[in-house]
């Protein structure tokens, strides 16, 4: 289960010390001190960068409180640090662009060292790098990183309500808590999978009446070319919502779907290739959704990726696996928690 927690703000601080403290300042200022922007008003910009200076800033940061009940974490966007660097051809180190992503790996590898190191913070992840603005001729470069807590804006779950670890023979079928919509289902080495190459198939965990706010949790054993996820306010086989875990052409994504008529619009999309969260066939993978009225929150190995609000199906109670003609990924420790808080 999720760890439990009320975040305070982040200072920025905190985040100078962290970075500060552990910065790898290497001989001949490969790696210079950052500079930080401490207020608001002290904006940095790319012409304020000088040679063998790194100028950081951190960007708004924002709250939502929404009332939530003691069990909730604070729902807050996550943080962004910006930054600026310039580095002239004569001086040690590499230039231009690659200089900038020296920059980025130090403090990614800082985030990645000291996950648990700032005390407003339950658990600080890195979740992505964006290239912003580039000076080529005058060789300033801003990149952007993103900083996320763990289960940053995640309902919480109170109680286990079902769980099912397909501890059954091979060959059997899902078993009586379960309704196959499309594909036929089964277990395979104490695991669930799609035992036919259907398009979209699903199966629907119908052994207990459940709730549209909930928790929904499963391990994925993952595959080369993957398409496999969980289904969650379900109406009929022609209108749900799916996040799914793909693989193609050797990339990897987290993906979600609104489905409307058999209808699938892409409404979010994730590369976890070349990140912390991606993973080799093989591999056990956690995905999760988190129901809390509007707020929908798709969750891989316990790091939010996606939060959409959005009212399509919102009453909608069933909840369940989705295979995408994918016969070789597979489903293991399938759990359902309560929520708690209001709108129940």
């Not at 804006?153 to 919509?181: K, M, Q």
Request: with cysteine; glycine share 6%.
């Amino acid at each position: 289960m999720p760890h439990a927690y009320v975040a305070e703000p982040v200072d920025l601080n905190d985040l100078q010390t962290l970075f500060t403290d552990n910065w790898d300042t290497r001989s001949g200022g490969e790696i210079p001190l950052p500079t930080f922007a401490q207020t608001d008003i002290s904006r940095f910009d790319p012409s304020t960068a000088t040679d063998a200076k790194v100028n950081i800033m951190q960007g708004e940061l924002l709250e939502e409180q929404v009332g939530y009940a003691a069990q909730h974490v604070r729902r807050r966007l996550p943080v962004t640090l910006d930054f600026w660097t310039y580095r002239v051809t004569t001086s040690a180190g590499a230039t231009g662009r690659q200089f900038m992503h020296d920059i980025k790996q130090e403090l990614r590898r800082i985030i990645f060292a000291n996950k648990h190191s700032l005390t407003s913070w339950e658990f600080i992840r890195y979740k992505g790098f964006k290239e912003i603005y580039e000076d080529s001729t005058a060789l300033r470069f801003h990149g952007q990183i993103t900083l996320e807590l763990e289960e940053d804006g995640v309902p919480v779950p109170t109680e286990e309500i079902v769980s099912d670890d397909f501890n059954r023979a091979n060959g059997a079928s899902l078993g009586g808590n379960w309704t196959a919509d499309v594909g036929t289902w089964g277990i395979d080495t104490n695991q669930a999978d799609l035992q036919s190459a259907t398009a979209n198939a699903h199966a629907r965990y119908t052994g207990s009446t459940l709730k549209s706010n909930l928790r929904l949790e499963i391990q994925i054993i993952t595959a080369t070319n993957m398409d496999a996820g969980l289904i969650f306010r379900w109406q009929d086989t022609s209108n749900y919502w799916v996040a799914r875990l793909v693989e193609t052409g050797g990339v990897q994504f987290v993906r979600a779907y609104q489905v409307v008529a058999a209808s699938f619009t892409l409404v979010d999309e994730f590369r976890t290739s070349s990140t912390s969260l991606d993973w080799t066939a093989g591999d056990q993978v956690e995905l999760s959704v988190d129901l809390q009225n509007t707020l929908m929150t798709i969750s891989v190995k316990g790091c939010a990726i996606f939060r959409r609000e959005d009212s399509y199906l919102e009453d909608e109670t069933d909840h369940g696996l989705y295979s995408n003609s994918d016969q070789v990924s597979r489903f293991d420790d399938f759990v359902i928690y309560e929520s708690g808080g209001s709108g129940r």
